[in-house]
């Protein structure tokens, strides 16, 4: 079964992609609102940027986040001149890596349920004495709840699962940055199959339980809805 | 006296898109139903929708009972204002129930009466037994009337309503207009009735604002401007005319009621209405024929003497004589040929027979 280490690696792993879902939460949710609204003529380029981690090695992504947090990136060193310490190969360092990760499977989704929804609930709730904040909380957020769900799932699934950016920006300090994905990798080039195998097959229920309950949620609501 | 000081309705609104004017100066009297009427594409919508603010077009002005809503660097938001709208769809919201939605409004608006207009909207609209409903189980017809009564529940000042019955089915529009008939006697409060439904406008309106083309050509009480002969709409094949009466005496023997306007007694088939109570009729233009001397072996029931007032030809053989009876205007088809053998010109003296008549109310 799971060793030690392997057990502090999981729980790094879920500590990570639960902070990272959250942060995604929070910073997704403005701005898949300002897509799915803005008329801005250049707005393309913006979901052209938050749609590259799909397709994107992740080592790049990992790359490019190693030199900007790294002592001499624009942001560690930054972080340097104020006294504080480089955030590559720390735990921080790693949600702000699984953060851009994932920003795509947090904001896509949510960008189209907020489209889906369209004007007209909004301009209701205006009618009927809602200031643009309440007509969001009340209207726009509970009508979207499917597009949470799935993105907040998504978010989730996806930071569990990642490896490349973590391996470049994280290192691979056990107790500290060493994740499950890592911890994989590690126990193959042992030759320690029993406890990869664990692993891996951890890893594999998870995730699909995960999307069972995105694709069984949503289904259901569809059937509800108008 | 400066705008903001009259009560009332005051819009002045220009706006000017590629395929679309709409250029309005427009007041509107602060009770009763004023219907909005013209085809589609005239700007009525977006009228409507600029009122309510959910449109700001700049150098817009709009004042509504001594408030103003919209002038130069002034645009009270939409939520500020005390509207009800009614949109074309029902458009409730998906996620909360009936009784969820009628509350929505009156939780944002603080005003004493809340309770009450959201009462009165239930019993007005008869929905108390959907209240505990969710939308996706109401039929299109019973969503339109929880819409409506969302729409009256935080006691609003004014209610807009944007072609409410338009995507209803010709059963779902019976179904319906009743209770809107109702609100037009229970409310208060004005009504702006955007449609381009004759039939509706004729039922409901007390005033209207025809509109073509994003142009304003008419404005007044509606019987004053249906029977407009410069207007289109009283050379339209339906050109009819709309009398108010009250319902004067039941006559069992016939099974028939008596109502009663300034210019004479109406009979029509019994009705299941109060004594003195308000009734409108309309007269088809079509079904109005005249008389010089008052017929009395004929018949038809429905004579009233009137006076010619104005003549306007159509294509054909037709021509449309405008008359009054004692004041109260009339519409007449007739042929060229009826008008010069009975010699008719302003002034003369008729009597109309009105063939049949249409209780709206």
Redesign the interface.
């Given at each position: 079964m799971f060793n030690h280490s392997d057990l502090i690696a999981l729980t790094i792993t879920l500590k990570l992609a639960l902070i990272a879902t959250l942060v995604l939460l929070v910073l997704g949710t403005p701005l898949a609102w300002w897509l799915a609204r803005s008329k801005w003529r250049y707005k393309y380029l913006l979901e052209a940027a938050i749609a590259l981690p799909l397709i994107l090695p992740p080592t790049v992504l990992g790359f490019y986040l190693l030199l900007a947090l790294g002592p001499n990136g624009m942001v560690g060193g930054a972080l340097g001149a104020m006294g504080g310490r480089p955030l590559a190969f720390t735990f921080t360092g790693l949600v702000i890596g699984s953060v851009f990760y994932s920003l795509p499977f947090v904001v896509q989704p949510l960008q189209n349920a907020f489209a889906a929804i369209g004007k007209?609930?909004m301009?209701?709730?205006?009618?009927?004495?809602?200031?643009?904040i309440?007509?969001f909380f009340?209207?726009a957020m509970?009508?979207a709840?499917p597009g949470f769900v799935t993105a907040a799932v998504l978010g989730f699934a996806h930071a569990i699962g990642e490896f490349g950016v973590v391996l470049m920006i994280g290192g691979n300090i056990p107790g500290e940055t060493q994740v499950v994905s890592i911890a994989i990798y590690d126990h193959v080039e042992s030759l320690e199959y029993a406890n990869a195998h664990w692993l891996s097959a951890g890893l594999l229920v998870l995730s699909f339980g995960l999307l069972v309950v995105v694709y069984a949620y949503n289904g259901k609501f569809r059937a509800?809805?108008? | 006296m400066s705008i903001e000081s009259e009560l009332g309705i005051y819009a002045q609104f220009k706006v000017a898109h590629n395929d679309f004017a709409l250029d309005v100066d427009l007041k509107i009297p602060e009770q009763g139903v004023t219907a909005i009427f013209g085809p589609s594409g005239s700007g009525k919508t977006t009228l409507l929708r600029s009122i309510a603010g959910l449109e700001n077009h700049p150098n817009g002005l709009m004042t509504f009972g001594g408030l103003t809503w919209q002038r130069k660097d002034t645009f009270v938001p939409t939520h500020l204002r005390s509207i009800g709208y009614v949109f074309q769809e029902a458009s409730l919201f998906t996620h909360l129930n009936v009784k969820a939605n009628l509350e929505y409004g009156g939780k944002r608006r603080a005003t004493s009466n809340n309770c009450e207009g959201l009462e009165q909207a239930v019993e007005l609209l008869g929905i108390r037994h959907l209240l505990a409903r969710m939308p996706s189980t109401l039929s299109g017809g019973e969503r339109q009337r929880v819409a409506i009564a969302r729409a009256l529940a935080s006691s609003p000042k004014i209610l807009l309503m944007d072609e409410p019955l338009a995507s209803l089915d010709h059963v779902r529009k019976q179904e319906i207009m009743p209770f809107l008939e109702s609100l037009h006697r229970a409310l208060k409060i004005p009504i702006l009735y955007v449609s381009h439904s004759i039939d509706e406008v004729m039922r409901l309106a007390d005033q209207l604002v025809l509109l073509d083309n994003g142009k304003v050509i008419a404005t007044g009480p509606v019987n004053e401007v249906l029977t407009q002969l410069d207007l289109p709409i009283a050379s339209d094949e339906d050109a009819a005319t709309l009398i108010e009466t009250t319902l004067a005496a039941h006559d069992e023997e016939y099974q028939l009621s008596y109502l009663d306007f300034i210019g004479g007694r109406i009979s029509v088939p019994l009705l299941d209405t109060q004594i003195g109570s308000e009734v409108r009729i309309r007269i088809a233009a079509r079904d109005v024929s005249l008389t010089l001397q008052h017929q009395r072996e004929t018949s038809i029931l429905n004579i009233f003497p009137a006076a010619v007032d104005q003549i306007e030809e159509l294509a054909g053989a037709q021509v449309m004589v405008r008359l009054l009876a004692a004041g109260v205007p009339i519409l007449a088809r007739l042929t060229h040929k009826s008008v010069a053998l009975l010699n008719l010109r302003p002034g003369s003296q008729v009597f109309v027979q009105a063939k049949s008549v249409a209780i709206l109310s």
């Open positions: 007209r609930p301009e209701v709730a205006a009618t009927l004495g809602a200031s643009p309440d007509r009340s209207v509970p009508l709840r509800l809805r108008l | -």
